[in-house]
């Protein structure tokens, strides 16, 4: 019962915060006026406001997102010749390098390094704390662009990709950010620049307690569901997050905005059942995936002879396992990728729902921004199969879904299961030698990390070493492409509906504000999950299952 409480402590807390949020972000994405603050910053950095296209919108993230890459390599390449270096830490190797500028532009955060060895102050603050934000608001400018071609017409307006980002960095991200951060340092959580110190143990063992800007980048890493932690263990580290109420104060800030944006979509579309139908859809696969690994985490466990009540290998023992579980439910159901415990410890099924939420494309609340448009993608594939069943052309908010836009949303939706499955193959032919476990086991560590890599999580089975060249390249083109194999099929559909003018609603028009179409939406979800990896999952997490039963 306490697992149940904690679960609808959260979603009481959560929806009324994400509704209140909502009301800021619909006027950010219907307004375009602009404040002497704005044009004096886009006059100084001489870019223009004027409206784009779904093209000019495109190539503008693109773009950034490039010129983010680019600087964050050439930071990680020569942070030992750089500032705030206490510890003398010297640049990443090349491959390291590309991974990491790779993981942290593409909001994936995928971690081949131990941050607290690995990275510098400078590292850690300037390079990747900026990319945090940064990649927070270009899936959330996506998001605005696509609203905007749903719920505008005649026209080729999406917005301007710069003030989008401008506006959501300043007046999202960075107020909520600070605040979080305050109340992080408030629980124990460090942000100094201070040298390692030193200590030795009551037991005579001497060591270090590492020191940083951590308070600061665990706000953004949560907020903008990024999940690179300051440290190798995470947000299973007592600096990262010491207590009960830090910890539900992150989980909190991995779900706000997602919940925020599809709250604020009914508001812009003038009809607020739009938004709600989207959370109750989401929230029903979410609260199954809670119970399912809670059970799965406290079923009794027959080890060395010895029955075990529940599973707390890997985990927190200041969480336990209700929290633990509800934790890695939320960090793989939004692309965050945070943990506080360790997934590859879980029991078979346990770590089967992680991989598979990650696998449906994390659209169950998802990422800032990519879990909305990517659940609008499974949206869309519902309305057409809906179509098809009743003889209709198949209409959503009064426009017509006809073959372009079902095109683009195949490509979308298909993109990172051809990553995942591709790159899985490649792991378990040529890339054994970082592969932990043997068996089933060792082939769910490669599953699950290419899963990750593709769908932009960042989390992963702890036993699978990921720093080798060929994981580093192999990782970091599949979280480029399946970032960007999104988006632009997402923008495209943008600039596709925004010309099209809105249909009379009439009598045969498909109803998708109401109970039907939650169950429609839930049941496509599901569907094309179970077709497209049930196969993959037999040969790891559920073979792992049927050998532990038998013994």
């Known amino acids: 019962m306490n697992g149940y409480l904690l679960l609808a402590t959260y979603l009481t807390v959560l929806f ?153 960095t300043i007046y999202i991200l960075v107020p909520i950010s600070f605040v979080l951060a305050i109340l992080m340092v408030g629980q124990g959580v460090p942000d100094n620049f201070m040298s390692y110190v030193g200590y030795t143990s009551l037991q005579g063992h001497s060591g270090i307690i590492p020191m940083g800007p951590i308070a600061s980048q665990e706000a953004i890493k949560m907020l903008g569901t990024n999940g690179g932690g300051f440290f190798n263990a995470n947000s299973a580290h007592p600096f990262e997050n010491p207590t009960y109420l830090s910890n539900f104060m992150q989980m909190l800030a991995i779900f706000i905005i997602p919940t925020a944006l599809c709250f604020a979509f009914g508001r812009v579309a003038k009809d607020k059942r739009q ?150 193959a490649i792991t378990v032919t040529y890339g054994t030698g970082s592969i932990q476990e043997s068996g089933p086991h060792g082939f769910s560590e490669a599953l699950y990390a290419l899963s990750s890599a593709a769908n932009n999580n960042g989390s992963a089975f702890a036993g699978f070493s990921a720093n080798t060249v060929l994981m580093n390249l192999l990782t970091g083109f599949s979280m480029f492409v399946g970032r960007f194999g999104v988006i632009f099929p997402v923008l495209a559909i943008a600039g596709s509906l925004i010309v099209k003018p809105f249909q009379a609603e009439t009598s045969g028009t498909l109803s998708t504000n109401g109970i039907q179409f939650i169950g429609l939406l839930v049941g496509t979800v599901l569907l094309i999950g179970a077709l497209t990896f049930i196969p993959a999952l037999a040969l790891g997490p559920v073979a792992e299952h049927l050998i532990m039963a038998k013994f």
């Open 16 to 168: 009324p915060l994400g509704w209140l949020l909502a009301k800021p972000i619909a006027y950010l994405i219907d307004t375009k006026k602009t404040t002497p603050t704005e044009c004096f910053i886009l006059k100084w950095l001489r870019i223009s406001d004027e409206g784009m296209n779904w093209k000019q919108y495109a190539l503008a993230i693109f773009t950034f997102n490039i010129l983010g890459f680019i600087v964050l390599f050439a930071i990680l390449s020569t942070q030992g010749y750089l500032p705030l270096n206490p510890q003398h830490l010297s640049g990443l190797s090349w491959d390291l390098a590309f991974n990491t500028a790779i993981s942290f532009v593409t909001n994936t955060n995928w971690q081949a390094y131990g941050g607290g060895i690995t990275m510098s102050y400078f590292s850690q603050m300037a390079g990747l704390t900026v990319q945090n934000f940064l990649s927070a608001s270009t899936g959330i400018a996506v998001a605005f662009a696509f609203i905007r071609g749903l719920t505008r017409s005649h026209g080729k307006d999406l917005g301007n990709a710069w003030m989008d980002l401008l506006r959501i």
């Open 275 to 424: 938004g709600t139908v989207l959370i109750a859809a989401m929230t029903v696969i979410f609260i199954a995936a809670v119970v399912w690994v809670m059970k799965a985490e406290s079923q009794t466990l027959l080890i060395n002879g010895h029955a075990m009540v529940g599973n707390m290998e890997g985990k927190e023992t200041r969480f336990g396992i209700d929290v633990s579980s509800l934790f890695s439910v939320i960090t793989t159901a939004a692309s965050c990728g945070a943990v506080s415990s360790m997934l590859d410890s879980f029991t078979a099924l346990g770590g089967l729902i992680p991989m598979w939420l990650i696998q449906l494309g994390e659209v169950i609340f998802g990422g800032v921004g990519a879990g909305f448009y990517g659940i609008m993608m499974f949206v869309f594939l519902t309305v057409f199969i809906a179509g098809l069943m009743i003889g209709r052309t198949p209409e959503y908010l009064g426009k017509k879904v006809e073959s372009f836009e079902m095109k683009m949303t195949a490509l979308a939706i298909l993109c990172a299961p051809l990553l995942v499955l591709i790159g899985t």
